[in-house]
């Protein structure tokens, strides 16, 4: 039956296999039946009378299946050379095809490390937190073992409990209690002394068991404490530092402040963000007013836009602007591309894709690289009031506060208004007081109204 001519074709074919030794990293063997002939990946074989020449069939016998499979570095943007590595699975754990299994910290980013396929981790060939470079072997993984066989191999090599300690039934209740555990006394105990003085009718109260003293556990501290513990700094973290400080080291930072009333935003927002919502996916928000106003205003003011390079001066006729996300592992910036073109829509739609990109870790190089301009929101903390850094190598950047209501003073009424301060930092050696001013009053009037985008005021 086709059963049997199946083992008969196995067998065969692995005879052949252990006749010419093929190499166990490439056995792969295709019987085709067909014609009455066997066939072993090319070469005809002598006919088999046996099989029938009506149908063909395909049987693999690769050990792909059942090999082990490497895990290397993922190749590294070409401004990365090493990073940190962060193992999010260890040896015995079971993975998943495409499952993240470690991290690298770089300077910029994390590069996440997925499982080529599904197995179990065999050997970690690289220590939480080392150094690794573009196509090192970081692990091997077992594509057909499985957690619960590398548990109970390990259970299998740890000692076996000696025989007593195997827990014995309890011995049969009697009405006296005795001590089991000792030899049985031959002598009878002795006597109590019969005492002399009278007798009291109320027993004495038992003595009271001793205070307990309160120890500290390893997990908490005791109260008023004084204790302090070192964590090394992550590479993002200190790539953050770094040019922070070089900012500063290197531009002539100078910040104007002004006053922004969002009346009208805020009206606008209540009116259209249901209408908004439905139509585009999003919802309307007042970064894309910011973001389509800041864009007006480098237009208007191109130095602002600009960067010095060496002796030069380099004007961009395009506007990048790199919008500051806060993360669980830092400040990252990612860059909306030529945001002169855009709508408020597209502009609100990029936000929300890089945001959901920064929250889960998956920003790339390519998504902060660049950037003419910065705006950073330290409104959405609270913030009042603050004077924002440099992002270099830019020459300025925005700074958005908190919305509060607070009275000023309209046609000669006080009026109580949602108002927010803005910061512009500058670097000095390239913009002057006036385009700065008039740039951030560009920002101020375009915000208020923004019928002043549309009629190119």
């Given at each position: 039956?086709?059963y049997k001519?199946?083992r008969?074709l196995?067998?065969?074919s ?5 006749r010419?030794?093929f ?12 014609t009455?002939k066997l ?13 029938a020449p009506v149908w ?10 059942r090999?082990?499979v490497?895990?290397?570095t993922p190749?590294?943007?070409e401004?990365?050379t090493?990073?940190?590595?962060k193992w999010?699975k260890?040896v015995?754990?079971a993975?998943?095809?495409?499952e993240?299994i470690a991290?690298?910290e770089?300077d ?6 997925n499982?080529p ?7 970690v060939l690289?220590q ?6 573009a196509?090192?072997?970081l692990c091997?993984?077992?594509s ?11 259970a299998d ?12 039934p309890p011995p049969?209740k009697h009405?006296?209690?005795t001590?089991?555990s000792?030899?049985i006394?031959?002598?009878a105990?002795?006597?109590p002394?019969?005492p ?29 404490g004084r204790?302090e513990?070192r964590?090394k ?6 790539r953050i530092?770094?040019r922070?400080k ?12 002004n006053e ?8 606008m927002r209540?009116?259209h963000?249901e ?5 585009h996916?999003v ?13 007006f ?10 960067v ?5 001066i ?5 506007v990048?602007i790199s ?5 669980p592992?830092g400040?990252v910036v ?6 002169q ?13 890089l ?6 870790g998956?920003?790339s190089?390519e998504?902060m690289?660049g ?6 929101n330290?409104?959405?903390f609270?913030?009042l009031y603050?004077?924002?850094i440099?992002n270099?190598?830019?020459s300025?950047i925005?700074?958005m506060?908190a ?13 109580i ?6 910061a512009?930092t500058?670097d ?5 007081g ?8 560009k920002i101020?009037s375009?915000?208020?109204d ?8």
């Amino acid at each position: 039956t086709r059963y049997k001519m199946y083992r008969v074709l196995w067998r065969s074919s692995r005879a052949l296999q252990r006749r010419f030794r093929f190499p166990s990293n490439a056995i792969r063997s295709h019987l085709y039946v067909s014609t009455g002939k066997l066939a072993l990946g090319g070469p005809v074989m002598p006919n088999l009378h046996s099989v029938a020449p009506v149908w063909s069939r395909v049987i693999s016998t690769s050990l792909h299946l059942r090999g082990m499979v490497e895990v290397k570095t993922p190749p590294f943007a070409e401004s990365i050379t090493e990073g940190d590595i962060k193992w999010e699975k260890g040896v015995g754990d079971a993975v998943q095809e495409d499952e993240l299994i470690a991290e690298i910290e770089t300077d910029k980013t994390s590069i996440p490390v997925n499982a080529p396929t599904s197995g179990v981790i065999k050997e970690v060939l690289v220590q939480d937190g080392d150094k690794v470079t573009a196509g090192v072997l970081l692990c091997k993984i077992d594509s057909e073992g499985s957690a619960t066989a590398l548990k109970g191999d390990t259970a299998d090599a740890a000692p076996s409990p000696p025989p007593s300690a195997v827990t014995s039934p309890p011995p049969p209740k009697h009405h006296q209690t005795t001590d089991t555990s000792g030899p049985i006394p031959t002598v009878a105990p002795a006597v109590p002394p019969i005492p002399t003085g009278p007798m009291s009718t109320a027993p004495k109260p038992p003595p009271a068991p001793p205070l307990a003293t309160p120890t500290a556990t390893p997990t908490r501290e005791a109260k008023g404490g004084r204790t302090e513990h070192r964590v090394k700094m992550s590479r993002m973290r200190l790539r953050i530092a770094e040019r922070l400080k070089e900012a500063q080291n290197v531009n002539a930072m100078l910040t104007t402040f002004n006053e922004i009333d969002m009346s009208n935003l805020i009206e606008m927002r209540k009116l259209h963000k249901e209408t908004f919502l439905k139509k585009h996916g999003v919802k309307l928000g007042f970064m894309s007013a910011f973001v389509k106003a800041s864009s007006f205003a480098l237009l208007d003011q191109p130095v602002v836009n600009a960067v010095i390079d060496g002796t030069d001066i380099v004007y961009r006729d395009y506007v990048d602007i790199s919008v500051a996300v806060a993360t669980p592992k830092g400040l990252v910036v990612p860059v909306l591309r030529n945001v002169q073109e855009m709508n408020f829509a597209v502009i609100e739609k990029e936000i929300h894709s890089l945001g959901v990109k920064a929250k889960d870790g998956l920003l790339s190089i390519e998504d902060m690289d660049g950037g003419t301009f910065t705006i950073s929101n330290g409104g959405v903390f609270g913030s009042l009031y603050g004077t924002p850094i440099i992002n270099p190598p830019q020459s300025a950047i925005l700074g958005m506060h908190a919305i509060q209501d607070r009275p000023v003073a309209r046609e000669g009424k006080v009026e109580i208004r949602p108002m927010m301060y803005v910061a512009l930092t500058y670097d000095h050696r390239l913009i002057d007081g006036r385009e700065a001013v008039t740039f951030l009053r560009k920002i101020k009037s375009a915000v208020e109204d923004p019928r002043v985008i549309l009629m190119d005021l």
